[in-house]
């Protein structure tokens, strides 16, 4: 028994196209000594090469038309989100001063009002202008909590971890006066 090793070739048909073919033989086992011999049409795995390298050719163009609208978007969101970060810092001053003046009348003169924003870093986030790729949310890029210092010399700490039943009420009372007349 053996086998050639299989091959293939072009052949011309009848109306002049080209026909690809694999050709190759095999000797049976057989006291006879038969042998199978074989030419195999790959017209159909041809067209199906083209197929997906036109395919392949598609779907990467695709894929950088994507990218690109993604980077337009993601300097869009930036710019954006920029704007709503300066937004909030200027308003987040006008807060802090107006709570402040607001604690002084309920009796918290020394007590001191901030608003902090912290950026969430995220490889995967929005490329800011300096390069820093941070996370962005339906609300914006930053991370917003409310710090009270509500004894004079006291440094800032987070509302929700400092403040006393008393100073709670007082500060929310103080926060619903601020933003019914904003």
């Not at 091959?7 to 006879?32: C, N, W």
């Not at 995967?124 to 949310?137: F, K, Q, S, Y």
């Amino acid at each position: 028994s053996g086998a050639s090793q299989p091959y293939e070739k072009r052949f011309i048909r009848h109306d002049e196209t080209l026909v690809p073919v694999m050709i190759g033989s095999a000797l049976l086992e057989d006291p006879q000594g038969a042998c199978i011999c074989y030419a195999i049409d790959l017209t159909a795995r041809e067209r199906a090469r083209r197929e997906i390298e036109t395919l392949n050719t598609l779907c990467l163009q695709r894929i950088q038309e994507l990218e690109t609208e993604q980077a337009q978007l993601f300097v869009q969101l930036a710019t954006d989100g920029q704007a709503l970060s300066e937004k909030r810092h200027a308003a987040a001053q006008r807060l802090a001063f107006a709570i402040e003046r607001e604690l002084g009348d309920l009796n918290m003169s020394g007590a001191r009002f901030e608003v902090d924003f912290q950026l969430q870093p995220d490889p995967d986030g929005v490329p800011l202008p300096g390069g820093e790729r941070v996370a962005c949310t339906a609300s914006g890029f930053e991370r917003v909590e409310f710090l009270i210092a509500p004894n004079p010399g006291e440094g800032f700490k987070p509302l929700v971890k400092i403040a006393s039943g008393g100073e709670t009420s007082r500060l929310m009372l103080a926060l619903k006066n601020v933003l019914a007349k904003a």
